[in-house]
């Protein structure tokens, strides 16, 4: 029984853990696409510039 319960578990843990971004513009990977730039993204206040967003840096295992 305990098997069964953590074979429903595994798919809700593997899929709670992806990256999500609630609008489409706060993903710097779509930064560059016509929905992200102006005029089209400040008719629903979706810019970049206007969403918090994250620099796009690269993650390294050394500390600066």
């Known amino acids: 029984m305990i098997r069964y319960i953590l074979l429903l578990l595994l798919p809700l ?7 999500r971004y609630r609008y489409p513009c706060q993903d710097p990977e779509n930064w560059g ?5 102006k005029p089209f993204c400040s008719a629903n206040g979706t810019c970049p510039e206007d ?3 994250y620099e796009k840096t690269k993650v390294t295992g050394e500390n600066k």
């Open 51 to 53: 969403l918090k967003h």
């Open 13 to 19: 843990a593997l899929f709670a853990c992806q990256e």
């Open 33 to 37: 696409e016509k929905q992200c730039q």
